[in-house]
């Protein structure tokens, strides 16, 4: 029997029938079914390297002789005060893990210890701050 393309009719005999449900193999889930449309990825990891190439880190900023010597001071203030247990608000440059260059970041809290052997000022959540990676230290301790 050969069908016309253009007639409208041709699928009357079929249109009415129920759906067939397989009873040996389970339906395919929704996210699989998706998958299968997507499209190609010939190269792996591609977008993901295109990704972190665009992505901008800042460069570290390199603080003078007066500037050093005003955060020494700030660092005694706060060394001073530590049984008040003073809160302060360090930024500090963070040394990106994947390439050259990082990002300035600003951490308030209270100071639990500065180590001037292991140069580091340790937070009491725990966070551990180089000294050398500061750049700026401010609180209420610095108000006149």
Request: charged letters at 30%; proline letters at 5%.
């Amino acid at each position: 029997m050969k069908y016309d393309i253009k007639d409208v009719n041709r699928y009357d005999d079929i249109i009415n029938l129920p759906h067939h449900v397989s009873k040996t193999h389970l339906p395919m889930a929704i996210p699989d079914r998706a998958a299968q449309f997507s499209p190609f990825a010939a190269l792996a990891g591609y977008d993901g390297a295109i990704k972190e190439t665009a992505r901008l880190t800042d460069e570290r900023v390199e603080l003078d002789e007066a500037e050093k010597n005003i955060l020494d001071q700030k660092l005694r203030i706060v060394e001073e005060q530590l049984c008040n247990e003073p809160e302060i608000t360090v930024t500090f440059f963070q040394p990106d893990e994947k390439k050259v260059g990082g990002a300035y970041v600003s951490i308030s809290g209270i100071v639990n210890k500065i180590d001037y052997y292991k140069r580091a000022v340790l937070m009491q959540d725990g966070t551990r701050i180089e000294i050398e990676d500061i750049s700026n230290i401010t609180g209420g301790l610095f108000s006149p």
